[in-house]
């Protein structure tokens, strides 16, 4: 009882309504997004007045809100337990995930709070030294990343907005809502038009010559050997069309090969054949001689490039618990599978003169793919594991938002949703 009455205490019928309003505005730029009614007004008031009410909340509220925006923004990884017949672990997961975000936004709270608790008392509203604590929280953020996880980025949410997604953008931002909460003044929200950055609006042109594969085939169906002839005839058709519209390069998703395949010489062989006639990038498994890897596999003008991932999606690729830990996870939940191994360093690899980052999936969301600047990447995913749900939606904002920061050109083939093009922080939809 005495735990139910603190409970009560601290997480009243106010603060947990007042958290999930905050989570619910800080997260509605996704499914907005999903349904397709992004709007840059919408989405740049929207921000407003999530970290406004946040900034203005005491460590209660920040806990609530953290709970239930880790749901709404990543309550889709538990979807790939399905996969392997352990629906029971999905709202564990979830629970999990929401637990975890709580923690984070709990302690960015309390920190704020506890600096001049009694001058915060005394005034009746927050000091400025507790909403600069907490507005430094928020700007650190992204740089926290749980087991390697690192899509939770607080400035996200204007990524399709009248405002920029840089960190000293984002910090003009908070400034301006730290002012307006400390000396109570809504004009001082207009030192946040310092930070106006607005999307750009003109069209994207397709490439004539790239041709970028979206495939359908469900995670159970991709590793179902017995139905791999048929998957590679329509790969190998998709091909053939593709030379016959004069293209010179066929772009198609992550391991769409789910094969080891520098083994298999009769898809080589006819990989290389046509390569002669039209570039071919795609994903594929290659086994290494001790650990498989999950690779791009580049064929031009009948030659060979293999550039293996250099960051694991955690848990599904690598586990980044102890090895004590990681050996009884992989064997009492992914039936004694061995982790991928990643490569050291990322590849660039040129096409017609042109020069290309490769990004598999899950990296090409992380700050370290950009490193160089590079102008031009292609990126094979499958999101398979996640569908129907927000993952491919969160997946192309972030997208977005790196191409946004590097003026980096996108090109993304997806299996089990749409792929597509982006640059300048805008995308379009392939036929």
Known sequence: ?????????????????????????????????????????LNSVLGFLAFYLLLSSRAAVWCTAGFFTGIFWFWWIALSFNHYQMPWAVPVVVLSVGLIYAALFWLIGYVGSIVNRSKSTMIGRPTLEELLIKSSGLLLFSYIHPFGFDWFKPELIFVESYFGIEKWQFAVILLSLVLTLWKKNFLYLLVSLLALDPIPTQPITLPRKIQIVTTHTSVEEKWNKMLHPRQFRKLFLSIDKAISAHKTLIIFPES????????????????????????????????????????????????IQIANKVLLVPFGESNPLPDFLSDWVNRVFYDGAVDYKADSHVTDYTIDGKTYRNAICFEATSEKLYEGDPKNMIVLSNNGWFTPSIEPTLQKLLLQYYSRKYDTAIYHAVNMSASYIVRHGQTRSMP
């Open 256 to 303: 769409v090969f789910p094969v080891f395949l520098n083994l298999s010489a009769p898809l080589l062989d006819t990989l290389r054949e046509k390569s002669k006639q039209i570039s071919i990038v795609a994903g594929a498994l290659y086994w290494d001689g001790e650990t498989p890897r999950n690779s791009t596999f580049i064929f031009t003008d009948g030659e």
């Open 1 to 41: 009882m005495s735990v139910l009455r603190n409970f009560r205490k601290h997480f009243s019928t106010f603060v947990l309504t007042r958290g999930l309003t905050i989570a619910l505005l800080g997260s509605a730029f996704i499914y907005l997004d999903y349904w397709g009614f992004s709007f840059l007004w």
